[in-house]
């Protein structure tokens, strides 16, 4: 029995003669016809009633047309989606993300993909930039955005954006009296320092502006950016962070950007992924990620 003699039946149900119905199914009639008498043949019954009045379905009839329905509408509808999975517009994408994301780029970014692909499921993870790096080696996620660059990295990767880096200050700190902050004026200043997301490289930033790996006090903690700008609210020392972080507000804390002698000092970031990633979902967040971001020096081995 084959999938389309359940549907011509289904259609041939649905009309008084079988004329109208091959003119729907825009086949011959005696086609149809034929369809239907080998149907009845192999289940060995007689489905449709013909007479002068026209064609109508038998009570066996009727009740092989219901189970026709369901399965040709399951088989129709797992069809579809299994298109749609192909085609990435469905299914599970799972993220590294190595900063907050409560404004800028990567959170504009998440919002455009959810508007085009409603059904993709974005499970994000947050990491230091080895952690992200490893867990992409092992297949635990799909794509990270990670603060370049990455040496260690041979697969592909996109430069995708780059943001300006603030200070977290607590309101009561006179700093919060200027426009901008200057990288000399952190020598004195209690730094807190997380171990998750670009913590260590802002840590890295530091030294090299200042010139020196002993500039100033470094407060280390093993938690997430929301809990240490808490205690930068409570008084505790001051924080680097990235203009992603300045989306929401915390009690007492007042930020700044923090500048050199050429400006608003910027980090850039890069979308890392395996390329033999075959997550279907992963395709359709690259196009868009291309689209909003296109890497014009892109080198050889990097797309």
């Not at 470094?218 to 950016?225: G, I």
């Not at 395996?274 to 080198?299: K, T």
Request: contains cysteine; glycine residues 8%.
């Amino acid at each position: 029995m084959e999938f389309r003699d359940l549907r011509w039946a289904i259609v041939a149900s649905q009309h008084r003669s079988l004329r109208q119905a091959a003119d729907t199914l825009r086949i011959k009639q005696s086609t149809l016809s034929r369809c239907l008498r080998n149907l009845e043949h192999k289940v060995g019954s007689a489905l449709f009633e013909r007479t002068n009045g026209g064609t109508r379905a038998t009570i066996q009839g009727q009740q092989f047309l219901d189970a026709a329905r369901r399965i040709v509408g399951e088989t129709e509808a797992l069809t579809a989606r299994l298109k749609i999975h192909s085609r990435g517009e469905s299914g599970r994408l799972i993220i590294g993300i190595h900063a907050s994301l409560s404004a800028g780029n990567l959170r504009a970014t998440l919002i455009d993909h959810r508007l085009r692909f409603p059904d993709v499921d974005p499970h994000l993870v947050d990491g230091a930039r080895d952690q992200l790096i490893s867990d992409l080696i092992n297949s635990a996620i799909d794509i990270a955005f990670v603060a370049e660059p990455n040496p260690s990295w041979s697969d592909r990767s996109l430069l995708v954006w780059s943001e300006r880096v603030v200070l977290a200050l607590p309101d009561s700190h006179p700093l919060t009296g200027r426009n901008v902050v200057h990288w000399g004026e952190l020598r004195r200043e209690t730094l807190l320092l997380s171990q998750h997301g670009p913590g260590p490289e802002f840590h890295k930033l530091l030294i090299s502006k200042l010139g020196s790996s002993d500039v100033c006090p470094v407060l280390r903690h093993d938690v997430a950016l929301d809990r240490l700008l808490t205690l930068v609210g409570a008084g505790w020392g001051v924080l680097l962070a990235l203009e992603g972080a300045t989306g929401a507000t915390y009690p007492g804390v007042t930020f700044r950007e923090v500048h050199d002698a050429d400006g608003p000092t910027r980090m850039s970031f890069r979308a890392y992924w395996r390329q033999a990633n075959s997550n279907p979902s992963l395709r359709p967040f690259l196009d868009l990620l291309r689209e909003r971001y296109p890497d014009l020096s892109a080198a050889p081995g990097v797309e």
